[in-house]
């Protein structure tokens, strides 16, 4: 059985299907969901994917960051990397580059069924975050938090949620929201107005969470695509940021594919720092990665790339790509926050300067 066919069987059974519930089928299905298939997953792009200057620039901050905790023994705990691309990449810069390589732990935590065949010899390997011990060091994701699937919701009369029922096709049904979806918007003071539809992300909200009590001392670092709470919620958003991607392709159809695209949303940071301030983490800046990554040394970095044997002129047409796509396109949309718990002072760190507190 297909898993359009179980989730419409599971929908005949059991009544209508809240959208969270079916984006995490979708998504993870054992077996069956985008990202728990074996299938081979080329359908976007991203940031470790288009060069290797991303896991430098990344690789430099952690540096920094050693430094700020005394230099000795640091964990890099990396969340959802389980190609292992961008791990090599910063292990390859800190390796030729920074003292802390020789102090360093390097983990991953990864559920899907990714190949991590780019995995670097000794670094870690775990499928939850309960699964490690304590953390002193740094705990990061880069664009995992936008797949943590999402409730739907519409403001009506009252705050109403999106189910799904199933004849002859998919169709989307109303209810009211739970007390917990209401709640959210309270917390973070949002007012949609009628017909304003959204997605509210709890998952995320119970990641930083479990996040904060995994760190004992260090920093979260979280690379997304997303907006705070006052950008989040304007008027052209009022259709929601619900995006799908097949065969690098986008469209704005989740009951197509079923299993075989990917299904995003953009991410509240606002309710990261939020709930990460209720389990004791302190908000060090809040930046995109265009300014972050200038701020940390790029065309620094480039003269810092292995560039043996590439033709001169291929090499300056890849730097061009890189530079537009990393800073001027991706680099405006995807967005960096830094929190801190266990530090006594606030910390200065490079990818930070010029950033906006939350």
């Not at 964990?75 to 959802?80: A, F, K, L, R």
């Not at 003292?99 to 732990?105: G, K, M, S, V």
């Not at 943590?148 to 096709?169: A, C, N, P, T, W």
């Not at 009590?213 to 979260?220: I, T």
Request: aromatic content about 10%; proline content about 4%; some cysteine.
């Amino acid at each position: 059985m297909g898993l359009p066919d179980i989730i419409i069987a599971k929908i005949r059974q059991q009544g209508p299907l809240s959208f969270h519930d079916f984006m995490e089928m979708c998504l993870y299905y054992p077996e069956l969901g985008y990202y728990t298939s074996s299938r081979n997953r080329t359908d976007y792009y991203t940031s470790p994917q288009l060069s290797e200057l991303f896991g430098m620039a990344i690789g430099r901050q952690l540096e920094e960051m050693w430094h700020s905790l005394g230099e000795g023994p640091f964990t890099v705990v990396e969340v959802g990397g389980g190609t292992g691309l961008l791990c090599s990449d910063i292990l390859d810069y800190l390796a030729r580059h920074s003292a802390c390589y020789d102090q360093l732990t390097y983990c991953i935590v990864e559920k899907s069924a990714v190949p991590n065949r780019n995995v670097p010899p000794g670094v870690r390997l775990y499928t939850s975050l309960s699964a490690l011990p304590p953390v002193s060091g740094c705990i990061f994701s880069n664009e995992l938090l936008d797949n943590l699937s999402v409730h739907r919701v519409i403001m009506k009369d009252q705050l109403m949620e999106v189910f799904l029922g199933y004849e002859d096709g998919f169709s989307e049904l109303l209810q009211p929201a739970s007390l917990a979806l209401q709640e959210y918007l309270t917390t973070l003071n949002i007012r949609l107005p009628e017909d304003f539809q959204t997605e509210i992300n709890l998952d995320a909200c119970a990641w930083i969470g479990d996040v904060a009590e995994v760190l004992k001392r260090g920093y979260v670092m979280t690379i997304d695509y997303g907006e705070e709470t006052s950008r989040l919620y304007r008027a052209r958003r009022g259709e929601g940021t619900l995006l799908c991607y097949h065969r690098n392709e986008v469209n704005d159809n989740p009951y197509q594919y079923i299993g075989e695209q990917d299904i995003t949303a953009h991410v509240n940071f606002s309710a990261l720092h939020h709930w990460g301030g209720k389990h004791g983490l302190h908000c060090c800046g809040f930046t995109d990665q265009a300014r972050f990554l200038q701020a940390l040394g790029w065309r620094e970095l480039i003269q810092q790339m292995d560039v043996r044997g590439e033709d001169i002129v291929r090499l300056a047409r890849r730097i061009a790509f890189m530079t537009h796509t990393l800073l001027l396109d991706m680099g405006t949309k995807l967005k960096i926050l830094i929190q801190q718990k266990g530090l006594a002072a606030q910390p200065s760190l490079s990818g930070l300067k010029g950033a906006a507190m939350l």
